[in-house]
């Protein structure tokens, strides 16, 4: 093709045609230019299906992410759920002015003030997008939005799970069992405790009584209540991410 170009070229020049040689001479350069463009569309396009396979991508890693993420919430919603109730039924229990209820029945809910909520979310997918800049991929303003609250919530979840276990090992709850010698003398199915801490019918009632163990359990239980609500929280977030990833996967 090219020696086809050159050859009209020559046979024009050596006619002295300067004119039809100018109009040569564009045509070249429009094909040049065609070319070109073309080149650039081609490249254009192929740059542009590169991005929308790894946003593909991008979506897929996140949407299971997410879903584990909503089984392992239902999960610590759960725990969390059965946690707080147990403790707000011995906290109603401990209120009434002579207990009769069995020491049985009080150690089953008192077990739950050594329990934790657990749940770590599935975010490997979403901190990578993150450093590497991909999240932008998403263009969804929404998407990133619910992500962040469900951030915020979880860290909220992560700083009352950390106060929870502060209290366990430094804080009202280790000076609970330091004066008793063991908590187990309050939880059932829990493991021995050494005989000489056993505690009768009526010292059992009588620590149940005092102000410092009532404000134990009563701290706890907040900060289960606020991991609930965190839970809770997170957990709606975590709905909506999956709905809006859906929805992208689906467009």
């Known amino acids: 093709m090219l020696r086809f170009f050159r050859k009209i070229r020559q046979n024009v020049l050596a006619e002295k045609q300067f004119s039809k040689y100018l109009l040569y001479a564009l045509g070249e350069i429009i094909l040049v ?7 650039l569309q081609i490249n254009t396009w192929n740059e542009r299906r590169e991005l929308s396979n790894e946003r593909e991508k991008l979506i897929s890693a996140l949407l299971s992410d997410a879903e584990t993420t909503q089984k392992r919430l239902e999960q610590g919603l759960g725990m969390a759920d059965h946690i707080n109730r147990d403790l707000l039924s011995f906290m109603e229990m401990i209120q009434k002015e002579t207990l009769e209820i069995s020491i049985d029945t009080l150690k089953a809910h008192t077990s739950a003030v050594f329990q934790v909520a657990n749940f770590t979310p599935a975010m490997s997918a979403y901190e990578t997008a993150l450093s590497t800049g991909d999240i932008g991929l998403l ?3 929404e998407l990133l939005d619910s ?3 469900f951030t915020d919530n979880y860290e909220w979840f992560a700083l009352h799970q950390k106060i929870s276990g502060d209290m366990v090992y430094m804080g009202s709850v280790w000076k609970f069992r330091e004066k008793l010698g063991s908590t187990r003398l309050f939880m059932t199915q829990m493991g021995q405790y050494p005989e000489r801490f056993a505690l009768s019918d009526d010292a059992f009632y009588a620590v149940l009584r005092e102000k410092d163990t009532y404000a134990t359990f009563e701290s706890m239980q907040w900060l289960v209540r606020n991991q609930w609500e965190a839970l809770n929280r997170a957990h709606l977030a975590n709905q909506t991410i999956i709905d ?6 689906s467009s």
């Open 147 to 149: 992500y962040i609250q």
């Open 244 to 249: 809006l990833l859906q929805n992208l996967q």
């Open 139 to 141: 263009k969804n303003d």
């Open 33 to 39: 230019v065609i070319g070109i463009l073309i080149a």
